[in-house]
């Protein structure tokens, strides 16, 4: 492979342009107007276990945040509980997704209700036919404002009436919108929810949600500050982003990246015990060479089965 190719990759990651990799690894976003490949034997994610084999969804970034589609099975390797594993599926993911929106609507939040808006309609505006969204509001308490529906429209228009009051019951928001995005079938779940603050009115606590999490295959992004939520979207493998004023509509195009552009890892765990306990899963990549070191996400454990 000639000095010349691989300068030329690291030249066009700069730029902010679309990778390549002996054509297969690139920087890059689904094309919606392209027919998807229907594929009817790709496992489905399931983090709690009810079988031998464990499903991680994995999303890996550039260092300039963009999304790297191509990689191939070898340039992975997976940990359960520091044990090395046997990757025996892979494939990426390419289904309709659920999402919930958990959208803070308290005092605080008066100055950028605007823009929380904005990044809430840029989620709606890259929908897709088969996706599923819900609305839950919160200040001084969690509302379903929109139940789980295929109708985009109804969420926009719901938030056009929002209004600024009261305090911030952010853990009470998010088990609702984890009890309302559950029911959905879709296999790729996720809630993002859009705040500026801690929690300080909830009758949940932090154990209480982390424990539920911990059971669900739901990823959690944030657009927020760090703290209470950097925890949940590390522990699911979604994603943090900081509040930038001016920035929520680009952001949310971020998010809507990642969460159509993820890897699916599964394995058969050698420790093939039916405990119920919590094994934590770690994923590292080799990039290929010319690469720069590639940022990973994954769901950071699973609960095995009991019989």
Same mark, same amino acid.
């Given at each position: 492979?000639?000095?010349?190719?691989?300068?030329?990759?690291?030249?066009?990651?700069?730029?902010?342009?679309?990778?390549?990799?002996?054509?297969?690894?690139?920087?890059?976003?689904?094309?919606?107007?392209?027919?998807?490949?229907?594929?009817?034997?790709?496992?489905?994610?399931?983090?709690?276990?009810?079988?031998?084999?464990?499903?991680?969804?994995?999303?890996?970034?550039?260092?300039?945040?963009?999304?790297?589609?191509?990689?191939?099975?070898?340039?992975?390797?997976?940990?359960?509980?520091?044990?090395?594993?046997?990757?025996?599926?892979?494939?990426?993911?390419?289904?309709?997704?659920?999402?919930?929106?958990?959208?803070?609507?308290?005092?605080?939040?008066?100055?950028?209700?605007?823009?929380?808006?904005?990044?809430?309609?840029?989620?709606?505006?890259?929908?897709?036919?088969?996706?599923?969204?819900?609305?839950?509001?919160?200040?001084?308490?969690?509302?379903?404002?929109?139940?789980?529906?295929?109708?985009?429209?109804?969420?926009?228009?719901?938030?056009?009436?929002?209004? $600024?009051?009261?305090?911030? &019951?952010? /853990?009470?928001?998010? %088990? !609702?919108?984890?009890?309302?995005?559950?029911? +959905? =079938? *879709?296999?790729?779940?996720?809630?993002?929810?859009?705040?500026?603050?801690?929690?300080?009115?909830?009758?949940?606590?932090?154990?209480?949600?982390?424990?539920?999490?911990?059971?669900?295959?739901?990823?959690?992004?944030?657009?927020?500050?760090?703290?209470?939520?950097?925890?949940?979207?590390?522990?699911?493998?979604?994603?943090?982003?900081?509040?930038?004023?001016?920035?929520?509509?680009?952001? $949310?195009?971020?998010?809507? &990246?990642? /969460?159509?552009?993820? %890897? !699916?890892?599964?394995?058969?765990?050698?420790? +093939? =015990? *039916?405990?119920?306990?919590?094994?934590?899963?770690?994923?590292?990549?080799?990039?290929?060479?010319?690469?720069?070191?590639?940022?990973?996400?994954?769901?950071?454990?699973?609960?095995?089965?009991?019989?």
């Amino acid at each position: 492979m000639s000095t010349w190719r691989r300068a030329s990759w690291v030249a066009a990651l700069s730029l902010c342009v679309p990778l390549a990799f002996r054509a297969q690894v690139a920087l890059e976003t689904r094309d919606k107007s392209r027919p998807q490949e229907k594929q009817e034997d790709t496992p489905r994610p399931n983090l709690r276990v009810d079988t031998n084999l464990v499903l991680i969804p994995v999303s890996v970034n550039s260092p300039l945040n963009q999304p790297v589609a191509g990689l191939e099975k070898e340039h992975f390797k997976l940990y359960d509980d520091k044990v090395q594993q046997t990757i025996t599926t892979f494939s990426m993911e390419n289904e309709p997704i659920a999402m919930g929106l958990v959208f803070d609507t308290s005092s605080s939040m008066g100055g950028l209700l605007h823009e929380s808006r904005s990044a809430a309609t840029e989620f709606l505006r890259n929908a897709e036919r088969e996706d599923e969204f819900c609305l839950v509001e919160f200040d001084s308490a969690p509302r379903l404002a929109v139940p789980l529906t295929s109708d985009a429209a109804k969420i926009q228009h719901e938030l056009l009436f929002s209004k $600024a009051k009261g305090s911030t &019951a952010l /853990l009470d928001a998010i %088990y !609702l919108g984890l009890h309302e995005i559950k029911k +959905s =079938k *879709r296999q790729r779940r996720a809630l993002v929810v859009i705040t500026d603050g801690d929690d300080n009115n909830s009758r949940y606590s932090y154990a209480e949600v982390r424990n539920v999490l911990r059971e669900s295959d739901v990823l959690i992004y944030a657009i927020g500050i760090p703290g209470l939520m950097s925890q949940f979207t590390e522990q699911t493998g979604g994603r943090l982003y900081a509040i930038t004023a001016g920035h929520f509509a680009d952001i $949310a195009a971020k998010i809507g &990246a990642d /969460l159509r552009n993820r %890897y !699916l890892l599964g394995y058969n765990p050698t420790n +093939s =015990k *039916r405990d119920g306990l919590y094994h934590r899963v770690e994923v590292k990549v080799n990039p290929p060479r010319g690469l720069p070191q590639l940022k990973v996400h994954w769901r950071q454990g699973y609960y095995a089965p009991t019989d």
